[in-house]
């Protein structure tokens, strides 16, 4: 266990990435581990993890990871520290915390004190630690710098508390945190202005996005009339669409996969008029099929993300098990229901369905049959648990070869990406992208919008906190001058009627006497309608008084005027 869970902060090469979470030797196949009922590793008596294989033994060792930490007493503490922690978190967000105690916490400090044996870091060493992190190898501001330093600040602070209940395992490390509180306030500070970030991106996707929704909905039909003409065209025969024209193909296969290939319709593009859009080409020629069915699930991807704001896993998580539906007896009508499984809170959820998402999910069941009776059964990988799934009827799964896989997120990214460039949205000149978490943040800010609760939307995203949705919200400007106006009414409502009423032509021409009497001598009286003047028109002593640039050498002469009297009187006494 010990070196399988540090072999994860600097993995570089994939089969050493592969070996140090399988447990593969080079000679042979890994050993089947032994799980916990939920599919947790159970750990042995001995602190290791049952089907660890003897490569990991020489998991740090200096020919095994590019950056190798020595065997020493806090190396020992780190597995210790990372083993107590796994329970609580997922494959990925446990190599993220190794990657940065292990790799630019603890390798950092021993390129600076090679010496250093325990926890309790000299002044001049961490100061020298954080100047030389703070940057990257080629001079730029890092990125993970106020994540690292909360890491490090929480294993002093966990071992500085585990050490109440077990002193002889953890009281030996205690010691001062090298990482001031200060950076407490520094992380807050730029975890605002990361939501800010965030809210201002928020803002220039809302305009964007019926342009970007039309785009999926006319890349959808092109690809679709582009099928349809492919089909209907002999091979060698030549067809046009949106002004290419495409002549019917077969490749010549050369390899076992291409083979498999051989159902799928190939076309030569030969001509493309001005203006028309290029056609993707794989290997010089156009494959109708791929570029069909990448439209049709861009489509369908782009249409489930902004109509139930699910993250991207939960996304390729739904089944066809996930469409439900609930007939309330007050209304007597059937409710369709969208099933969330358990993911990041673990907790479930049910999402309702409005008609155009039915129709969309209703299209890729269609889709994911393909002219079956029930939906094939595909597995996914989950890159976060570095685990592969039950065999389960996906929605969101295409036939790949021999198999039928669940889309990656790597291609839902690719598939989101090739849609904007469809698009073609800029803001200020620059290309703009839509990630699935967007619509995540769209989603929240049109249900916050349309009048929905905070607590009703926190339970559609499955948020534990209601903070967490309000970080989702992102607040135009119009929405502030609408809730200002509804306040002012509001306020209105709640005023004497009398105060309401319409003003006389004696009263308005008072009103505006006021203003027209405002004009002084030097300037301007700002005093507040309807008030009496203090100072009996003495303006150069009243506060109200706004001097008028151009009699300001009326004043000097005033001020001038006024000491030589003064100065005279108090000769004459």
């Not at 995540?440 to 995203?461: K, Y």
């Not at 008028?548 to 009187?569: K, P, V």
Request: with cysteine; proline share 7%; glycine share 8%.
């Amino acid at each position: 266990m010990r070196n399988s869970i540090l072999a994860v902060a600097c993995p570089r090469h994939p089969s050493r990435e592969y070996r140090a979470r399988t447990g593969a030797s080079g000679a042979g196949q890994p050993a089947a581990p032994q799980r916990w009922p939920d599919g947790g590793r159970r750990p042995s008596r001995t602190g290791r993890v049952a089907g660890d294989g003897p490569a990991l033994a020489g998991g740090l060792s200096r020919h095994r990871t590019p950056h190798p930490i020595p065997p020493s007493g806090v190396r020992d503490l780190l597995v210790d520290y990372l083993g107590e922690l796994k329970p609580g978190m997922d494959y990925g967000s446990l190599q993220g915390l190794a990657y940065r105690l292990v790799r630019l916490f603890w390798w950092g400090i021993l390129q600076i004190n090679p010496d250093q044996t325990d926890l309790r870091i000299a002044p001049q060493t961490a100061t020298r630690w954080r100047e030389r992190f703070a940057v990257t190898t080629d001079g730029r501001p890092r990125g993970e710098l106020h994540s690292t330093l909360l890491a490090i600040r929480g294993l002093y602070r966990d071992l500085a508390e585990w050490s109440h209940h077990d002193p002889v395992r953890w009281g030996i490390w205690v010691a001062p945190c090298p990482i001031p509180r200060t950076e407490s306030r520094a992380a807050a500070t730029d975890q605002r202005r990361r939501k800010a970030r965030m809210q201002a991106r928020t803002r220039v996707l809302t305009p964007l996005l019926p342009a970007f929704v039309a785009a999926g909905e006319a890349r959808r039909d092109w690809g679709k009339r582009l099928l349809e003409s492919a089909q209907a065209t002999p091979e060698g025969e030549q067809f046009v669409v949106d002004g290419v024209t495409f002549a019917r193909s077969r490749p010549h296969p050369r390899s076992h996969y291409e083979v498999q290939k051989a159902s799928q319709l190939w076309a030569e593009v030969l001509h493309t008029e001005p203006g028309a859009r290029a056609v993707p080409l794989h290997g010089g020629r156009a494959n109708i099929t791929m570029l069909e069915q990448d439209a049709f699930w861009a489509w369908g991807l782009v249409e489930t993300l902004r109509h139930t704001g699910i993250r991207i896993e939960e996304l390729l998580e739904l089944t066809q098990l996930s469409l439900r539906h609930y007939t309330p007896a007050s209304t007597n009508t059937l409710v369709p229901l969208l099933h969330i499984v358990p993911f990041k809170t673990d907790a479930e959820r049910l999402i309702p369905m409005s008609p155009l998402l039915v129709t969309v999910l209703l299209a890729v069941q269609r889709r994911a049959k393909n002219g079956t009776a029930h939906v094939p059964l595909s597995v996914r990988y989950d890159p976060h648990e570095k685990t592969h799934g039950q065999p389960l009827p996906h929605l969101f799964a295409r036939r790949r070869g021999t198999r039928h896989e669940v889309i990656s997120m790597f291609a839902v990214r690719t598939l989101l990406g090739v849609t904007a460039d469809w698009a073609g949205l800029t803001d200020n000149g620059e290309p703009v992208r839509f990630t699935p978490h967007d619509f995540r943040r769209l989603f929240t800010t049109e249900l916050v919008g349309a009048g929905l609760p905070l607590h009703i939307a926190a339970s559609l995203l499955g948020h534990l906190s209601l903070d967490t949705t309000r970080g989702y919200t992102t607040v135009f400007p119009e929405h502030l001058i609408a809730a200002h106006e509804a306040l002012v009414e509001r306020r209105r409502a709640l005023r004497h009627s009398a105060e309401q009423r319409t003003a006389t032509g004696d009263e308005w021409a008072e009103f505006e006497q006021h203003f027209l009497l405002r004009k002084v001598a030097l300037g301007d009286c700002h005093r507040p309608y309807g008030t009496p003047c203090v100072h009996e028109h003495a303006c150069t002593r009243c506060r109200f008084l706004r001097v008028d640039s151009a009699q300001l050498g009326r004043i000097e002469e005033m001020t001038t005027n006024a000491e030589a009297r003064l100065a005279e009187a108090r000769d004459n006494v």
